[in-house]
């Protein structure tokens, strides 16, 4: 499965089975955490095999989840840019765990810190979490805008690589599906992104920004 796959196929899931995760899977994204925490300058962790954070919580059950015992914890450095960063670099975990067969989703307040289980230092934060294992039943489609509700750029009139950027970045998880980010095609090959108002919006910008590169390919543009 390529990552264009991946993002088609991969859907959020809030029950999961007790089924374990294999150890060679875990190897393996464990070596992707490390691999993100270098690059992105964070402090990624792969909790497994900890129901607390979600069985504990009233707000994972108002949020219905259900069987959750592993999950990512996405932390760095405090700073402007840390909730974009988590973005970009979680969406890459979340469709590589597709890849493997795994299910995710994003979570951002139906959970509960278990502080024993985190290695937080001073001037760091936990942003969020991304549930990870073996779902009970597939996620489904949500509907999305269309893609000159997510660009300044007319879309229809746009070079071709930019238009599979904008479905794939219109098919990337957003908090409560809001879809709230605009894309600029400033001439032939530069293009900017904005988030606008709304929870997480700031993690959803980092998510889309990574989906965009994936359908358009990061050798046909450059970020401005």
């Not at 300058?41 to 592993?70: C, D, M, W």
Request: hydrophobic share 35%; aromatic share 8%; net charge neutral.
């Amino acid at each position: 499965m390529d990552l264009i796959e991946a993002i088609r196929k991969r859907h959020s899931v809030r029950h999961y089975t007790t089924q374990d995760i294999e150890p060679e899977k875990l190897d393996a994204l464990n070596k992707l955490v490390d691999e993100c925490n270098e690059q992105g300058g964070l402090h990624i962790q792969l909790i497994t095999n900890e129901p607390r954070s979600f069985g504990e919580s009233l707000l994972a059950r108002y949020g219905k989840f259900s069987g959750v015992k592993n999950y990512f914890a996405m932390i760095g450095n405090k700073g402007d840019k840390l909730d974009e960063i988590v973005g970009y670099y979680g969406e890459k975990l979340v469709l590589e765990a597709q890849r493997m067969g795994l299910n995710t989703c994003w979570v951002g307040l139906s959970y509960k810190k278990i502080g024993s289980v985190l290695d937080i230092a001073a001037g760091e934060k936990l942003v969020c979490v991304i549930a990870v294992g073996y779902g009970a039943k597939p996620g489904v489609d949500h509907n999305n805008k269309s893609p000159n509700k997510v660009s300044t750029t007319d879309v229809r009139q746009a070079p071709h690589w930019y238009q599979r950027g904008i479905a794939c970045a219109l098919l990337a998880p957003t908090a409560i599906n809001q879809q709230k980010f605009k894309f600029t095609l400033h001439n032939d090959n530069a293009v900017s992104v904005k988030a606008g108002l709304g929870p997480y919006s700031k993690v959803d910008l980092g998510i889309v920004r990574y989906h965009f590169e994936i359908g358009a390919g990061i050798e046909s543009f450059e970020w401005i």
